[in-house]
């Protein structure tokens, strides 16, 4: 099918289930988007029991999409760029040690538990991967994903300086976790040199390089936006910013998502301060909205259509049902070793800070995209596998009862701290 056809196909569905999610099952939009999408593509494989043609043609439709490449390669830039320019850069420097720490020490605590933890149950369930794939399953899965967290928590209602602190670690640990997923996919398959030296080089090129980059990309936007007193033109340099500066991020081999990350930051708080008027923060900020919600509204429907290319067997299913709580039970080491060490620090945390951000760590399109990313082989189709269901335990579960959980902690809840 032909690029427009399959655009306005996609578009379409995202309206019909938007409209059938906000009239009938109301639940947060990116869970009732998911949720429809999954079971239409499961109605789907019932059919093809009786039609087994149209189970074909809805599988060479979503492998035409590419997710991976229509993900990691646009749509990502202006998820977090959008996500990035709404959040208060106030917020996340009160916060900054807590986010940094727990987007480094712990998505790399996370990567190592659960890579580890994979390694001796698949392998307990037969399937032999070597020690250094496991921990590349661990690297895709650790970082929590920033399109789910953000459009989650913008109607969870969680204390504003946790909501800083989960905002911040899941704008950041992505790109962190593209790093190491690189670096440990590199070892695993010979393309770098094993070594602390090959591997902090890349650390360094990746993750500092998007930092700077975006750091500059934040101040020629700025720059630029400052010089003039148009929305149509500086709504227009916000998305060249986000667009072309991920594209030539990429093209220099640093971090395409940290970049967009802190070049949105700028340009929502500094730029938005001091470069534009208040008709022009009104345009941007509708046009940034809607660009969001559309493409979170697409993304989320493409999540749900990739169970089609999904090997669904018995022992894939298990090897999925069981990493599920064992990556929940990472994710609370990853989170409450950081947590119970900076509480002696003298660091003040909300009395269910942990438990909160268990449960809203939420995995989401990232880690498909990267499991799609990975080489021919048979770790591939197993990581996709579990990766999936992984993620759809997280969107569904984790993300319809998000609200739930911090109702129910609200009352023993600090909003300030």
């Not at 190491?180 to 090129?205: D, K, N, R, V």
């Not at 998502?257 to 923060?281: D, Q």
Request: charged share 15%.
């Amino acid at each position: 099918m032909e690029v427009f056809p399959l655009i306005s196909l996609l578009i379409t569905l995202a309206a019909a289930f938007s409209y059938v999610n906000h009239r009938y099952l109301k639940m947060p939009p990116t869970v009732g988007l998911m949720f429809l999408s999954l079971i239409l593509s499961l109605g789907l494989i019932v059919l093809s029991r009786v039609q087994p043609e149209f189970l074909g043609r809805a599988r060479d439709l979503v492998q035409e999409l590419d997710f991976h490449e229509t993900l990691l390669g646009g749509m990502l830039s202006l998820l977090l760029f959008a996500g990035a320019l709404h959040v208060n850069l106030n917020d996340l420097l009160d916060r900054k040690w807590e986010i940094g720490l727990f987007a480094t020490a712990g998505t790399v605590a996370a990567t190592f538990l659960v890579g580890t933890l994979a390694y001796f149950v698949l392998g307990w369930l037969g399937f032999e991967i070597p020690y250094l794939y496991g921990l590349v399953f661990g690297a895709l899965i650790a970082p929590t994903d920033p399109i789910a967290v953000l459009a989650i928590l913008k109607k969870a209602g969680a204390p504003k300086s946790l909501e800083a602190i989960i905002t911040g670690e899941s704008l950041f640990n992505d790109g962190i976790g593209v790093v190491l997923f690189l670096a440990l996919l590199g070892l695993a398959t010979g393309q770098s040199e094993p070594g602390a030296g090959s591997i902090g080089l890349l650390l360094l090129e990746e993750g500092l390089g998007g930092i700077v980059f975006g750091l500059a990309l934040g101040f020629v936007a700025f720059w630029l936006l400052k010089q003039v007193d148009s929305y149509d033109v500086e709504v227009m340099i916000t998305l060249a910013a986000a667009t072309g500066g991920y594209a030539l991020a990429q093209a220099l081999h640093t971090s395409g998502p940290l970049a967009m990350v802190v070049a949105g930051l700028m340009v929502g708080n500094h730029g938005r301060k001091f470069a534009m008027s208040e008709k022009t923060r009104q345009h941007l900020d509708t046009f940034w909205i809607l660009v969001d919600e559309i493409l979170n509204a697409v993304l989320f429907v493409l999540i749900g259509f990739e169970v089609l290319i999904v090997t669904l067997s018995g022992r894939y299913l298990l090897a999925g049902l069981l990493m599920v709580p064992l990556v929940l039970g990472s994710r609370l080491l990853a989170v409450g070793l950081p947590v119970g060490l900076m509480r002696r620090g003298g660091r003040a945390f909300s009395q269910h800070t942990i438990k909160i951000m268990t449960w809203g760590g939420l995995r989401g399109g990232i880690s498909v995209a990267l499991a799609l990313g990975l080489p021919p082989g048979p770790e591939r189709g197993l990581f996709l596998t579990v990766t999936y269901i992984v993620v759809a335990f997280s969107i569904l579960g984790q993300g319809l009862t998000m609200q739930r959980l911090i109702k129910t902690c609200l009352p023993n809840c600090d909003p300030e701290s």
